[in-house]
Each structure stands twice: as C-alpha cells, then as structure tokens.
C-alpha cells in the first residue's frame, strides 16, 4: 500500500471508530440555526476547562435536560439550577463558576446578538479573526473553546472548512499523520472533516485510541 493509501485507511478507521463529533455525542443535532448552535457554544465552553471530555458531554446532556437548551432558558434559569444541573452530570469542580459564566453568556447574546449566533457570524462577515474574537467575547469561552465550537459547527458553517486546530493536528501526529491540516483534509471526504477533526481530538486525548486505530488500519 502506498504513504498515501495507508494515511487514508489510518482516516477511514478513525472515522469508522471514533468519528462522532462531540455535539452528536451530546445529543445535538446540529444545524444552522439558533439552538443547536447555542448548545453546541455551551458545549464548547464545558469542553474547554481541565476536565475529561466524558464530563463535559454528561454535562451538557444534563443542561439540556433540565430544559437550559436556549439563550433565553439559560438566562431564566436561576443560578443554583444552572449548579444542580452541572453537578447532575459529574461537573463538580467548576460548576459554580461555570454557571456564573452560562448565565452571563446567555444574558451577553441575548443583549447583542438576539440569541442567535448566525447573527454574530454574519456581522464577521467571513472574516475568521472577526469572529475568534466576537466568540472570545463569550464568558467562559478562551482560545480552546473558540476551536472546539469552531472546529464543531464546520459542517453547518462551511466557510470555516477545514477547521482542523492545534488539538486535531496533536491527534493526527499521534497516529502518524500529515501535520498540515489541508493534507488532512484531503483525506476524507469534505461533509467529513468535523467528525474526522473529533476522531483525531479523541487521539490526542487518548493514546490508546491512536494505539487501537493504528493496530485495526495495519498501520
């Protein structure tokens, strides 16, 4: 097999395996419009604090459970129910500032955007450090947060395609991939690269994904 045959096949396993974008593992059905891509934003902020990514997921599902899905429910919401919520998921040791910031996140979009981040995106109208920065606006939501919610919504925003970040490269080197995140997007297919860019995450994340993908691609 050829460098290039194999580098695919190495793709084809980690999509086959752990190609589930993080927003499908929350249970969001992402598309572009005001909901989902709020809670895929929520989502991306839980993501980003020092805590396993399982936590964050179990977080977000919890949020949304408790009927915080919206802006305006987030906002609503009273402080301690924002904590219950966390905690309900396992996310204990940021919950009380985490929810601080949901509250002033959702209060901030609302103030500014309506609630809907379309509208943030139009005003950066294509321009990616526009929006970074608008994004960076966000309470709770640094320079990790802007890539996970980013790299989350290229599929839906297609302009940003491909977002493959810091993160996704780590990943992709760990399996023995290009570090270039155009020759990585070469490798699959263009509706792909959000759920590829998440597989090559959970590499970096987790040595024994990139051991286990390796083993069943031949690699």
Same mark, same amino acid.
């Given at each position: 097999?050829?460098?290039?045959?194999?580098?695919?096949?190495?793709?084809?396993?980690?999509?086959?395996?752990?190609?589930?974008?993080?927003?499908?593992?929350?249970? *969001?059905?992402?598309?572009?419009?005001?909901?989902?891509?709020?809670?895929?934003?929520?989502?991306?902020?839980?993501?980003?604090?020092? *805590?396993?990514?399982?936590?964050?997921?179990?977080?977000?599902?919890?949020?949304? =459970?408790?009927?915080?899905?919206?802006?305006?429910?987030?906002?609503?919401?009273?402080?301690?129910?924002?904590?219950?919520?966390?905690?309900?998921?396992?996310?204990?040791?940021?919950?009380?500032?985490?929810?601080?910031?949901?509250?002033?996140?959702?209060?901030?979009?609302?103030?500014?955007?309506?609630?809907?981040?379309?509208?943030?995106?139009?005003?950066?109208?294509?321009?990616? =450090?526009?929006?970074?920065?608008?994004?960076?606006?966000?309470?709770?939501?640094?320079?990790?947060?802007?890539? *996970?919610?980013?790299?989350?919504?290229? =599929?839906?925003?297609?302009?940003?395609?491909?977002?493959?970040?810091?993160?996704?490269?780590?990943?992709?080197?760990?399996?023995?991939?290009?570090?270039?995140?155009?020759?990585?997007?070469?490798?699959?297919?263009?509706?792909?690269?959000?759920?590829?860019?998440?597989?090559?995450?959970?590499?970096?994340?987790?040595?024994?994904?990139?051991?286990?993908?390796?083993?069943?691609? =031949?690699?």
């Amino acid at each position: 097999m050829s460098p290039r045959g194999g580098q695919r096949a190495l793709a084809r396993t980690l999509l086959e395996r752990h190609g589930e974008t993080f927003a499908a593992e929350s249970g *969001i059905r992402l598309a572009n419009t005001p909901q989902p891509l709020y809670q895929t934003l929520v989502l991306a902020g839980l993501l980003s604090a020092r *805590i396993r990514a399982s936590v964050a997921v179990a977080a977000a599902r919890a949020l949304f =459970g408790a009927g915080l899905r919206t802006p305006r429910r987030m906002a609503d919401a009273t402080w301690q129910q924002r904590v219950d919520a966390l905690g309900e998921g396992g996310y204990r040791r940021y919950d009380e500032r985490t929810a601080t910031q949901l509250g002033d996140g959702a209060t901030l979009l609302l103030d500014r955007y309506g609630g809907d981040l379309r509208r943030m995106r139009d005003a950066a109208d294509g321009d990616l =450090g526009a929006l970074r920065s608008a994004l960076r606006e966000v309470p709770g939501l640094g320079p990790a947060g802007c890539d *996970i919610f980013l790299r989350e919504v290229q =599929g839906v925003w297609p302009e940003l395609a491909p977002y493959l970040d810091a993160k996704a490269v780590q990943g992709a080197e760990r399996l023995g991939l290009p570090g270039d995140s155009g020759k990585l997007a070469r490798l699959v297919g263009a509706d792909e690269t959000a759920a590829f860019a998440s597989g090559l995450v959970r590499a970096a994340l987790d040595r024994s994904v990139a051991e286990e993908v390796r083993e069943a691609a =031949g690699a």
